[in-house]
């Protein structure tokens, strides 16, 4: 168990409709990554908070947006969602900086139909 | 920019064969490295690091030697079990906490009774 919970576990969704991923990173960390793995482009980083500032910016779609609360729960809001943002979607916390390993929940798995 | 290269799968094994999966990197500085495996339906886990040149990282029978002269960080395992099928992903992080990490596109193993 990492200690990174993710939530909801599965979401099916039509296309045009907007989701909420949730995300509660370990215990006393301040950053949180989000990434999303598909099958045809891998593991891409997305967008990065620390202490509810954003602090990097990866491959997200303008389509995209999230935010990282006070109590350092983050959630990943996708709208007029598409066919091919079916993916699985992690987040991942980290305690300290680039030495320190990222630690990774068990992902929400997108299916937009 | 910071690139991560590994072989991609499948990779099918017999039992108790040797493993090697190669993993090279380009980065400015000097980054840590990271082996991660994600076992079917989970997230990815940690599987182990090196921080800095010539540093050995090792878990579970997995053994990774981080080569400068190089630029590679390869997985190995001297006898596979079926249970260590799972997607393999290097990975680097250039420091400062900023984009998380970068990963290579996994390498599916398969090992076979």
């Known amino acids: 168990d990492s200690g990174v919970t993710q939530t909801p576990k599965h979401l099916i969704t039509a296309t045009g409709q907007r989701v909420t991923l949730r995300c509660s990173p370990r215990?006393?960390?301040?950053?949180v990554y989000w990434y999303q793995q598909s099958l045809d482009q891998g593991l891409q980083f997305l967008i990065q908070?620390?202490?509810?500032?954003?602090?990097a910016k990866g491959n997200i779609l303008e389509r995209f947006s999230a935010q990282q609360f006070p109590d350092l729960h983050s959630e990943l809001n996708l709208s007029s969602l598409e066919l091919g943002d079916s993916a699985l979607y992690f987040c991942?916390?980290?305690?300290?900086?680039?030495?320190?390993?990222?630690?990774f929940g068990n992902g929400t798995r997108l299916t937009v139909t | 920019g910071d690139s991560v290269t590994q072989m991609e799968g499948p990779v099918t094994l017999s039992e108790e064969a040797f493993l090697t999966i190669n993993c090279t990197y380009t980065?400015?500085?000097?980054?840590?490295l990271f082996w991660y495996v994600q076992y079917p339906g989970e997230g990815l886990q940690l599987l182990l690091k090196a921080t800095k040149a010539d540093d050995k990282g090792s878990n579970k029978g997995f053994e990774a030697t981080y080569r400068k002269e190089t630029t590679s960080f390869h997985l190995e395992k001297g006898s596979v079990q079926v249970s260590d099928s799972a997607v393999y992903f290097c990975a680097l992080s250039s420091g400062g906490g900023a984009d998380g990490l970068t990963f290579g596109k996994g390498t599916h193993l398969i090992i076979q009774p």
């Open positions: 980065a400015t500085g000097y980054p840590s």
């Open positions: 215990s006393g960390d301040l950053s």
């Open positions: 991942a916390s980290r305690s300290g900086t680039g030495n320190s390993p990222l630690h």
């Open positions: 908070y620390y202490n509810g500032e954003e602090r």
